[in-house]
């Protein structure tokens, strides 16, 4: 059993290593949410990404 582990994990270690591309442009976080509708506002996160043309 730890043959088997130590051989995943020298798989998994180039993969983990590896720099991750972010997912978002720009992150807002921690801040009041309004929709604009009346309701009430929520607490939370905004991720915005630019999308390419």
């Given at each position: 059993?730890?043959?088997?582990?130590?051989?995943?994990?020298?798989?998994?270690?180039?993969?983990?290593?590896?720099?991750?591309?972010?997912?978002?442009?720009?992150?807002?976080?921690?801040g009041?949410?309004?929709?604009?509708?009346?309701?009430?506002?929520?607490?939370?996160?905004v991720?915005?990404?630019?999308?390419?043309?």
């Open positions: 059993m730890r043959f088997f582990r130590l051989i995943v994990s020298l798989l998994l270690l180039p993969y983990l290593a590896t720099p991750q591309t972010p997912r978002a442009d720009l992150l807002l976080r921690n009041y949410l309004y929709d604009g509708a009346g309701n009430a506002w929520a607490f939370g996160d991720a915005v990404r630019v999308g390419k043309r």
